[in-house]
């Protein structure tokens, strides 16, 4: 089982990670996992996720009040709490701008599908929230129609959530989401992209299904 300790360690890690490849900007974004039925550890408010330290995290209960930590929770806690009420599989949840799939929650487009493979087994269905103001109980809402039947869900007009059973999982959804997006814009300058037959995406929906990336 991960400790307390690991998971301070691997969100600081992953908050790294995001920051250098451009995922968050100045104070964006955020960071939480699990504790237990109970807490939540997760990344203070206006902190740059790429300089974050061990004992900067904050622990909050599943009301989003600050059980320990020497500043505030991040203000969009509640976020990741409706997720965690709703998914009692998911460990951990990353919220991030990443570009390229928030050039897609910006202007409305749909996520192809049955382009790639990878994107198909580990993502499906990437669906848009409707938008509302960041840090608001109408925002943390906003992905109550999806919660239930993706791990991955671009946010209009802001940016994206991914979700898990780890930390390091959490990222990667958001890590191969923006790949993927990056070369459907890519794409655009060569024309029409081909997309896999019928029998090759029912091939990869049972694959993902058995791997546990089918909620």
């Known amino acids: 089982m991960t400790t307390t300790e690991q998971l301070r360690h691997q969100i600081c890690e992953i908050g790294k990670r995001a920051w250098t490849r451009g995922f968050v900007a100045a104070s964006d974004g955020n960071i939480s996992a699990r504790l237990d039925e ?16 061990p004992d900067s995290l904050c622990i909050v209960d599943m ?22 009420r709703q998914r009692l599989d998911i460990r951990s949840v990353f919220h991030s701008h990443a570009p ?3 050039t897609f929650a ?27 103001r960041p840090g608001s109980k109408e925002f943390s809402k ?4 999806f919660v239930h039947s993706t791990n991955a869900i671009l946010l209009a007009n802001h940016g994206v ?14 890590e191969m989401l923006d790949a993927y997006c990056r070369i459907l814009i890519n794409t655009k300058a060569l024309g029409p992209v081909q997309t ?5 995406v029912e091939e990869l929906a049972a694959l ?7 909620p």
């Open 142 to 145: 906003s992905i109550d129609p």
């Open 196 to 200: 896999l037959s019928d029998s090759e």
């Open 63 to 84: 009301e989003g009040k600050l059980i320990e930590g020497e500043q505030q929770p991040t203000s969009e806690i509640k976020l990741h709490l409706n997720i965690y």
């Open 161 to 174: 959530v991914t979700y898990h059973d780890s930390v390091e999982t959490a990222f990667w959804l958001t």
């Open 100 to 102: 390229y799939a928030t």
């Open 38 to 53: 109970n807490r939540v550890l997760c990344t203070p408010t206006m902190a740059c996720k790429g300089f974050l330290t």
């Open 106 to 132: 910006v202007t409305g487009q749909p996520i192809p599908r049955n382009v790639l493979a990878e994107p198909e087994l580990f993502l499906g269905h990437v669906p848009t929230a409707s938008y509302a």
């Open 208 to 214: 993902r299904k058995q791997l546990g990336y089918q």
